[in-house]
């Protein structure tokens, strides 16, 4: 025979038995199995001794409502009748002996005492009404009675010595208060059960078990105050279920219950806490049970964390890694950003190199065409020349020819002249000389105009030849301004070369001391300075935004300012 297997007892247990309910500022216990202390529902008696737990129908019927008027009818004609009958008595009472100093403050304080007690009684019943009733205002109520009930007793109490009647006298005085507070109690309880059909009602022990055995139903009282057991039948069956498991023990034991283990008498040591046999023989198991969901909850407590620490370390190096990634983007940036300014000073190199060689091969060539076209000049002179000395011989060739004519027409009009003046010197002959003097004038007119002529191209002879003089000077200094402005671009072409040199060994030293962009462009704007003659105000912020690739003039003029005072500070590349 196992443990549990102990005989039945008299009474069979109830199936809807159920665990103690729990009492406020009880520790509930650890199992979480259906029947503990904390977790089962209240038991409801289904027997008929005590108050009965028949539940009220929801709505009153007509002749239960004028019943319930009635009721409330009476109840308050008794509080009339209490309030009429103590009113006068403790009035005087307090006058004379509780030296209140006149009637009327004696009057106000049984007045008052009335009113509080009705006005808790009303605030009573109402909370009740509304289901929230309030458990301590009841006390109040009680205490402020009792003192009436004194007060209406002491003021008819004999001045001499008591005798039985004097006794019946006092007690008389507190009858209807005492009622009152009957029938307020009562209407409380009835109120509270129509408002809350559900509540499980408390059984009452019977008046005889009072009687018979007084100290063991105090005990059984006290536990079910304790532990909210309703069902007196209910807790008869626990006491029974315990003498029997007890009587179990002792045939085990042949009478030595001390041999029994902890968990064999686990039952006789949790009965006064609210625990039946079956659950005091089943908290082992249950507390085992609770002891390895504990665990099993702390050892799920204990993957959670290293779940979420795993999780968080894999966050923090995806953080890291997204970190370098930034980090090497930057790095990328920058290094694109120096690749570029690299390549855009070989660029400059080179463009200058080959502007200074294409300036050196314009210059020569300007040089070979300027020799050429002077070439062309002296020749194209010179043919204008012998063509004008040859027009102007060919010009005197034919003033000589007509000039001879001439002389050769004189020579044979003076011959024929002659011949006539020999032969008949007549009028005629006479007419015939005087025409050979006008031609031998004329003829001297002739050779007059072809000297004149000779002259004047001579004279355009000096001019051309002066203007050719003076083409050839400014022939000259156009190929010597050429030659400057060559010069001029050639050093300029230097400078810049120089100057992209220089760029490009910062950009390289910029790189070695890996500066930061803001830096890199601070000292390209300072070199960009010296350039400019070293002046930062010589310098257009137009310019630096161009450089820099800058978009707000701000911003220009904050890498100026930066520049100069790098420049101040020494900076030389």
Do not use: C
């Amino acid at each position: 025979m196992t443990i549990t297997d102990w005989p039945r007892t008299a009474a069979e247990p109830d199936p809807d038995t159920s665990a103690p309910a729990a009492v406020s500022g009880t520790p509930q216990p650890v199992s979480r199995t259906t029947g503990t202390v904390s977790d089962a529902p209240e038991f409801v008696s289904e027997t008929e001794s005590g108050t009965g737990t028949g539940r009220s129908p929801a709505k009153l019927t007509g002749t239960q409502k004028w019943t319930t008027g009635a009721i409330v009818i009476a109840a308050l004609a008794l509080a009339g009748i209490g309030l009429y009958l103590s009113f006068e008595h403790v009035a005087d009472f307090a006058f004379k002996e509780l030296r209140f100093g006149s009637l009327g403050k004696g009057q106000l304080f049984a007045v008052g005492v009335d009113v509080g007690i009705m006005v808790m009684i009303a605030v009573d019943l109402l909370m009740a009404w509304l289901k929230r009733p309030i458990s301590w205002i009841r006390y109040p109520v009680w205490l402020l009675t009792a003192a009436t009930v004194v007060l209406n007793a002491a003021s008819g109490a004999p001045e001499g010595a008591w005798k039985l009647i004097d006794y019946v006298a006092a007690g008389a005085h507190g009858v209807v208060p005492v009622l009152f507070i009957t029938v307020v109690e009562l209407g409380r309880d009835a109120i509270d059960r129509v408002v809350r059909p559900e509540q499980a009602e408390r059984d009452s022990i019977p008046l005889l078990r009072w009687i018979l055995a007084p100290i063991a139903t105090a005990r059984i009282f006290r536990r079910m105050r304790l532990w909210g057991v309703t069902s007196y039948p209910e807790m008869i069956r626990r006491d029974q279920q315990l003498i029997a498991y007890e009587q179990w023990l002792k045939r085990k034991y042949k009478g030595d219950i001390s041999k029994a283990s902890e968990d064999e008498l686990l039952p006789m040591k949790m009965a006064p806490y609210g625990y039946t046999v079956d659950q005091a023989l089943a908290m082992p198991d249950e507390q085992e049970q609770a002891a390895q969901e504990r665990a099993e909850e702390a050892e799920r407590r204990r993957l959670d964390a290293e779940t979420r620490s795993e999780v968080a370390k894999a966050e923090s190096e995806a953080e890291r890694l997204r970190a370098k990634g930034k980090v090497e983007l930057v790095q990328a940036e920058v290094d694109g950003q120096t690749g570029q300014a690299r390549a855009h000073a070989r660029a400059q190199v080179s463009a200058a190199e080959r502007a200074a060689a294409l300036e050196q091969e314009a210059l020569d060539n300007a040089v070979v065409a300027e020799a050429r076209a002077r070439e062309a000049e002296a020749e194209r002179k010179e043919s204008d020349e012998r063509e004008a000395r040859a027009a102007a011989d060919l010009r005197a060739a034919e003033l000589e020819r007509q000039a001879a004519e001439k002389r050769k027409e004189a020579a044979e009009a003076d011959r024929v002249a002659a011949a006539e003046a020999q032969a008949i010197e007549t009028q005629t002959i006479a007419e015939a000389r005087k025409a050979a003097a006008e031609a031998n004038r004329r003829a001297a007119e002739t050779e007059k105009a072809a000297a004149e002529t000779r002259r004047a191209a001579a004279e355009a002879d000096r001019k051309k030849a002066e203007e050719e003089r003076l083409q050839e000077v400014a022939l000259a200094d156009a190929a010597r301004a050429k030659r400057e402005a060559a010069e001029a671009e050639r050093a300029a072409a230097e400078t810049r070369r120089a100057a992209a040199e220089v760029e490009q060994r910062a950009v390289e030293a910029e790189d070695v001391a890996k500066l930061k962009p803001r830096e890199r462009a601070v000292r390209r704007v300072a070199r960009m300075i010296l350039v400019a003659g070293g002046d930062a105000d010589r310098l257009p912020l137009a310019d630096i935004q161009h450089e820099l690739a800058v978009t707000s003039p701000g911003t220009a003029s904050e890498y100026r300012q930066e520049a100069a005072e790098l420049l101040a500070g020494g900076y030389r590349p």
